[in-house]
């Protein structure tokens, strides 16, 4: 039980921040490496562990994806696309080229999450000056939030607005389906990997549900920045730890 303690706790620090900053694979990445997988495994177990978080968010935006349906289907293939070819580079890349691209997965993740708003208002000010360039930036999202995945909500929220879209509420609703989908297709297609801890899978699910109810209740309470902070620090820490071990500096 010493084993699954860990990763249970951080699925429940990661369902929690989810629900009011975002970056809760920093958290349940590691956490899965230091009780014994491999890197590679570790971020497939972790995919096919936390796909019903960005789920549970969209069903309370049904009603808003129903009413967008056409703005939705637009987004739909380059998800589908981007999803499925990044599922398959991640399980045919050799686990030790992995273990050497986590420490600048990590940090890439935390300077989306570091320079969000800044990327928005940038995102924003171009407008909608083309319409294959939010198409191809999420193309891209998808293979990428399908091979690592921290960070893809940024990246999502910059492909929509780049779309046109300026209603908020419209880009969040938009965001969790299509995070949803890239994580559940990359699941399915990680099932049949091998590589799969099914064990550590069972115990971190009802972990992260628990964590992002709570982090739901207390969201309104808490203060957004200071979690942020916190959150992109631990980041900036674990690619710099990562990347002294793995290069062999210590």
């Known amino acids: 039980m010493e084993t699954y303690l860990i990763p249970i706790l951080a699925s429940i620090v990661a369902g929690f921040i989810n629900a009011i900053a975002g970056g809760g694979t920093l958290i349940t990445f590691p956490a899965l490496i230091f009780a014994g997988l491999d890197p590679l495994s570790a971020n497939i177990t972790n995919t096919v562990a936390l796909w019903l978080g960005p789920f549970t968010s969209a069903l309370s935006y049904r009603r808003t994806l129903r009413e967008n349906f056409p703005t939705l ?23 030790e080229t992995f273990k050497k691209a986590v420490p600048f997965l990590i940090g890439f993740a935390t300077l989306l999450l570091a320079f969000s708003e800044l990327i928005l208002k940038f995102i924003t000010r171009l407008g909608n000056s083309s319409k294959l360039l939010p198409i191809l930036l999420q193309f891209l999202t998808a293979v990428y939030g399908s091979y690592f995945g921290a960070g893809i909500g940024i990246m999502m929220a910059s492909s929509i607005v780049l779309s046109g879209v300026s209603n908020m509420q419209l880009t969040i609703a938009l965001k969790n389906f299509l995070g949803f ?3 559940l297709l990359g699941a399915l297609i990680f099932l049949f990997s091998g590589k799969v801890a099914f064990d550590f899978v069972l115990v971190m699910m009802p972990a992260f549900m628990l964590g992002g109810y709570l982090g739901a209740v207390v969201a309104k309470r808490l203060n957004q920045k200071t979690a942020k902070a916190v959150i992109v620090a631990w980041g900036f820490l674990l690619s710099f ?6 290069f062999g500096l210590l």
Do not use: M, R, W
């Not at 289907?73 to 686990?95: E, R």
């Not at 730890?241 to 793995?246: A, C, D, N, R």
């Open 241 to 246: 730890v990562f990347f002294i071990k793995e």
């Open 181 to 183: 989908v890239i994580n």
């Open 73 to 95: 289907k637009t987004f739909l293939p380059p998800s589908l696309l981007g999803a499925l070819l990044g599922a398959f580079f991640l399980i045919y890349t050799p686990p």
